[in-house]
């Protein structure tokens, strides 16, 4: 009933900053718990950030907090991560997900997922 799409993802050297984007179409992300989470070969899945429905109660692990911003402007039914001081240990892909219940730091916990953008941060 969701489909997410990523987009911004890019090369960039650190310190260095890129925005993702997350653009939803089929319905409104409006009820839906979003979050972001990366991949880097050969490694699980980690949580990086996730926010209500309302776009409050922003959550980040440790290794992005004050670096990374989430947020979400429902109107444009799009979700956003804003990526400063970019470390090469941030490359990965980069994936948005949403689930209709409260945020998650777990993957399976979220039913719908987008394609994934590469971010690859070079030192």
């Known amino acids: 009933q969701v489909q997410l799409v990523e987009s911004g993802g890019g090369l960039v050297q650190a310190g260095g900053s890129l925005r993702l984007s997350c653009a939803a179409s089929?319905?409104?992300?409006?009820?839906?718990?979003m979050g972001w989470f990366r991949q880097a070969p050969g490694k699980e899945r980690e949580f990086v950030a996730h926010?209500?429905?309302?776009?409050?109660?922003?959550y980040y692990t440790a290794s992005v907090k004050g670096r990374f911003t989430i947020s979400r402007d429902n109107t444009k039914n799009t979700v956003y991560l804003q990526m400063n001081s970019l470390k090469p240990e941030d490359t990965a892909v980069y994936y948005c997900?949403?689930?209709?219940?409260?945020?998650?730091?777990?993957?399976?916990?979220?039913?719908?997922w987008g394609q994934g953008t590469q971010v690859t941060v070079s030192s």
């Open positions: 926010i209500n429905w309302s776009g409050g109660s922003p």
């Open positions: 089929g319905r409104t992300l409006s009820s839906y718990a």
């Open positions: 997900a949403a689930r209709a219940g409260p945020p998650s730091t777990r993957s399976r916990d979220y039913g719908y």
